[in-house]
């Protein structure tokens, strides 16, 4: 992930010309993203299933492959929602069986995804910039921010969103959509 400090000096490499021969390109947009992966300085890009990272020329990191399954009783990913104004407390379980269940307010619900979402849900876990998140990113300041707890691949993750992750962002909001909307 590109700060604006180091956005501006891979910028400032790629204009010099030390990265052309790989074929280096940067767009800035001012900070604002511009798809699933935002500002972004690569070679190569080519289109996936819907909410799967880009793949990266072969120096950069590896294509995403989705995660494996070991069994329908699998929980491949959990994320807890917690905070906020109202207290909320949601909980959103992936499982091997491709179903998904919702918590929210007390009551649960199990739904099941259809195989192009199951897969795209296997692919997010399985990106390989899920590894470099760190562990534990709470700003401070916000009392009333929403925490986000997520237990995937043996580990687990706690953000209030506040850095910028965009491999956890995306599994955040694709697992997100399974909640239910008030």
Request: charged letters at 20%.
């Amino acid at each position: 992930m590109f700060t604006r400090g180091t956005a501006a000096g891979a910028a400032a490499v790629c204009a010099v010309g030390v990265l052309t021969l790989s074929g280096c390109t940067f767009e800035d947009t001012g900070g604002q993203s511009t798809g699933p992966t935002g500002p972004t300085a690569t070679s190569t890009t080519s289109s996936g299933p819907p909410g799967a990272s880009p793949s990266r020329s072969a120096s950069a990191r590896p294509t995403p492959t989705p995660v494996p399954v070991t069994g329908p009783d699998q929980k491949l990913a959990t994320m807890t929602i917690t905070g906020g104004f109202a207290g909320v407390n949601q909980e959103v379980v992936l499982r091997g069986d491709g179903t998904v269940r919702v918590t929210d307010k007390g009551a649960s619900r199990v739904r099941r995804t259809t195989a192009a979402q199951f897969r795209s849900l296997r692919l997010l876990l399985g990106d390989p910039a899920l590894e470099d998140v760190p562990s534990f990113t709470m700003g401070s300041g916000a009392y009333d921010s929403f925490q986000y707890t997520l237990r995937f691949g043996g580990r687990t993750v706690m953000t209030d969103r506040s850095g910028e992750e965009p491999a956890l962002d995306r599994l955040i909001d694709a697992l997100d959509d399974w909640l239910p909307r008030t």
